[in-house]
């Protein structure tokens, strides 16, 4: 018994009636193609408003501010508190607060219960009271004068003969070798001992 064999034509990829196959991606045949429409790709996408309070403008001048407070309400930045006074009052008539003599007699009468308001009054030193019978002489003052010794300011501050001078030349030319200019260096040894006159012997 003979088999039948069935074969089936696979569909053409074609487009119009010519039988060829159809290329991949978009042509445009209209005025605007060319090299210089190809190589437009257009304006660069904006921020979405979501992300708009996160970016940083790059404009110069532009106040940066931060993210948390743009989404805080509008305040008028001319609404202000407190009273308006005249501008031609001065500043100094503004902040004047002297009361008036009533005022005053009440406030010294207030104040009065103080030990202070007696013993400090204002623009006046210190007073005690009890002061001793000699500080009322107008020539009295405290302390007792030193005599004179015969020795000036200069003189204590910059001796020129200490008794401690030489002493103190000698430590120093021996600690830090503090020699005058000129003069000649010694080491302190006893040329007795080496039957040696070093102002005439020669080595």
Known sequence: MAARVCVMAAPALTRGAKGTVRPAGVKNYGADDSAAAALDFGG?????????????????????????PMRDDKVDDTRFFGQVK?????????????????????ASKAEAVYRTAARERLGQSYSYQSRPAKTADPGFAFGKPSGRSGITTKELTCPVDHPEYEEA??????????FAPGEQRTRMVDWSRARVDPSSHRF
């Open 86 to 106: 005249p501008k031609d009052v001065p500043a100094a008539q503004a902040m004047d607060n002297s009361m008036t003599p009533l005022q005053e007699y009440e």
């Open 44 to 68: 660069r996408p904006s921020t979405p408003e979501r992300l708009r309070r996160f970016r940083v403008p790059a404009e110069p001048g532009v106040r940066v501010r931060p993210a948390g």
């Open 169 to 178: 030349e000698k430590v120093y030319k021996k600690s830090h070798g503090a």
